[in-house]
């Protein structure tokens, strides 16, 4: 028999202080180089000039003339709008005035950011032996950014990408060799995960019923099931505000001869459980980037079905919240409740701090839990690191029973993801921009060291 104290203590050279962990992982630390990214912009989003002007996809800037000679030849992505001495105004996508200002950072030395149409790009990935000069340029990149939008499951015969069915299945053939080659931002396969929506809205249920918050009671729709006339409907793979029909939309559009006019292979309807504040008070849009926030802006739909919005720097706690819909004695009044709740000009700047840090620490804490229940199911960290959106909303119960609650409504995370630039006045976004440089370039940096868990 072996004795008890022969084994119980570790071998004298694991306690040696002349072992440190801190400096021996990485082994390596990650390279610090300038990379190479190709940005290819969606074709699902080019547009003429007309429709551009309202869009909130969109975004007017003014650039210097050799930016705009590396983005012209990207027709429907960018409307030159006119010039002077120091550059040319234009409307342009979001995502590619991003890209440009991604070029810029550390004044050019971070970034070597290409620019590709999508036919060309399609072209190459479908005929690699036919375009093998482009196929190699692709195989060189060390990270593509847009293309093909997985998120919206854009299978349909219509779609805009110029594909079939067998066409689709050759391409996604190709791009999975590609990406063997070079990284995709986001990566193909979280992007596809993300994308039927359901596996985020269970995560945060969880999350909302782990900390006694409130969260919307969600289920999928089966085919030709009745549907419930107070429930709003949702359709994975694809945009929020795509395919998302109120219960006051026309009673044509809630049936099922309608809803399989406009769903795809793969794509699926939920009833999601109305919230009234949601249309008349609006949400807040919070742009997240390595894990802070960046901006929040407060958005709301016009009676003329256009959006509105506005940045947002103050915020009402929601004791103040509550008292205020206390006081409405009579039927509640959108406007004056919008003008009470957002953006508050009055109160102490202590319970207008308060009044942040309730909203931030919201808002960081279903960040965090949704980062580590995704990282915990799929084995990898999800592109939420980098970058998303969370859109907000505040459950009001008029009848005092409940107090109100913070809650979210969506998770965006792709290169699609509206920006609300449109309604940012008077501002450039540079650091909006510089920081998602800063943390695209770790992430970059981390991506490609092997030692590096």
Sequence with gaps: MVERSACSSSPAFSKSPSVDPSTWYPIEPSEDRMFKLLYVPDASRGMRRCFAERNLAWTKREIRFDQFEAIKDLSGFVHKCGENRNGVRVILTEWLWLLLMVNDFEDGG???????????????????????????????MDCIIGGFDYASGQCDPNNPYGMNAKLLEMYEAHVAQLSCHTQFWPPIRLTRRAADKWTTICHLKIIAQDSSLYAPRTRILKHEEAIPPDAVLKRSHSECGRHVLLPSASPRCRTWEYLSTITNNGTFWMAQEHVPSLEWLGEWRVLIVGGRIITVMHTYKLHNGEWTGSEVHEFRTLDEVSRIVELETTSLDAVVLRQQIVNPQSGTAPVRRQGK????????????????RETKDTGAKPSLCVFCRIDVGIRLDTSGTVSPQYFVNEVERTQNTSLWLYHIVGKTMGTFADTFAMVLKRWLMDIHNPHVL
Excluded at 364 to 372: A, D, F, K, N, P
């Design 357 to 372: 840090r309730e909203f931030h620490e919201f808002v960081m804490q279903t960040w965090r839990s949704l980062v580590l």
């Design 110 to 140: 971070a970034f070597d950011v290409r620019f590709m149409r999508w036919e060309e790009f399609r072209d190459i990935v479908l005929d690699p032996p036919r375009y093998l000069e482009g196929w190699t340029t692709l195989t060189q």
